[in-house]
């Protein structure tokens, strides 16, 4: 365990170097100028000059990305231009509505989309089945701005049961897990449905059935801790995705997370804050990926790291 987790640890070193280094250079060679957004239209020459040079933004790109490299291994994300704050503060105070929202999309994830995979393989080629598939399809393909306005419609503004938006309680969280979860479920529920098709078909199900145990205990016990073992990878990526914001859905709803303030730094050509959260969710994905590889061994014993 140990040495697989050195080497892991190195792998994900060499990734998180490889996404700074592409981030970096997109960024570099960006047509729009930063320093013109911090010193405004009617600065003049001079100063545009003197706040380039201020910045080092007059330096090599080789210059300027090593001096960005030495920073970080300090933990230092580098102060935004435009809030004129630290960017590992401003990420920080965006974390927890981000992690809330996180985790409440991927609960509703699993639970929908491991239902829908379920009930749909067990009742495969029925009416049921397909109906299921359907909505799973349905749910992949529509945008969630439109999915989050239809939730917003019916359940804030004709019924009241949730607030229109805003963030601090748990009737706030529900709409945009629910958003959130609508599309990433139909694609559990796909994958869940061919995963436990194909667990049912083994030999160890059929002996399990011949021995009498109920149909309950062989689909709990025998068959899903082997079906899920392709959901806990997509939770890995998901967690990433989820890291980096959804912009859409805060947008929305108005929710105070990583999306939204990378979206203003977007606008603002706020490189600091794009290279931030850009590596923070690289690493988060890294980390999810990690993670995922290190519980499915408990959960199929047959699994090695190696």
Not at 49 to 60: A, K, T, V, Y
Not at 64 to 88: A, E, K, P
Not at 215 to 223: G, I, M, N
Request: net charge positive; proline share 5%.
């Amino acid at each position: 365990m140990i040495a697989y987790l050195g080497r892991r640890l190195v792998q994900s070193a060499m990734i998180l170097l490889g996404v700074s280094l592409i981030t970096f250079a997109l960024l570099y060679l960006l047509p729009a100028d930063p320093v013109r957004q911090i010193a405004g239209r009617s600065a003049t020459p001079a100063t545009v000059e003197n706040i380039r040079h201020q910045l080092g933004l007059d330096q090599p790109f080789i210059i300027q990305y090593w001096r960005y490299l030495t920073h970080l291994v300090q933990g230092d994300l580098g102060r935004s231009y435009i809030q004129r704050s630290q960017v590992t503060e401003l990420i920080l105070s965006r974390l927890p509505a981000t992690l809330l929202l996180m985790l409440g999309s991927i609960v509703c994830e699993l639970i929908i989309g491991l239902t829908m995979g379920i009930v749909a393989a067990v009742r495969r080629g029925s009416a049921t089945d397909q109906s299921l598939m359907v909505a799973s399809f349905v749910g992949v393909s529509a945008p969630q701005f439109v999915v989050g306005l239809l939730l917003l419609y019916i359940f804030a503004v004709r019924l009241s049961w949730f607030p229109i938006g805003g963030y601090g309680s748990f009737s706030h969280l529900v709409l945009p897990s629910l958003t959130v979860a609508v599309m990433s479920a139909g694609w559990y529920a796909r994958m869940m449905r061919s995963s436990m098709i194909d667990v049912l078909r083994q030999d160890y199900i059929r002996t399990a059935r011949a021995k009498g145990l109920a149909r309950a205990t062989v689909l709990v016990r025998h068959a899903l801790p082997n079906a899920i073992l392709p959901i806990i990878a997509m939770i890995g990526i998901d967690i990433g995705i989820l890291m980096g914001g959804i912009v859409v859905v805060e947008s929305v709803f108005g929710w105070p997370g990583i999306g939204q303030l990378v979206w203003q730094a977007i606008q603002r050509v706020d490189i600091p804050i794009i290279m931030g959260v850009t590596l923070v969710s690289a690493f988060a994905i890294v980390l999810g990926n990690l993670l995922a590889d290190i519980v499915a061994p408990f959960i199929d014993p047959r699994i090695k790291l190696r």
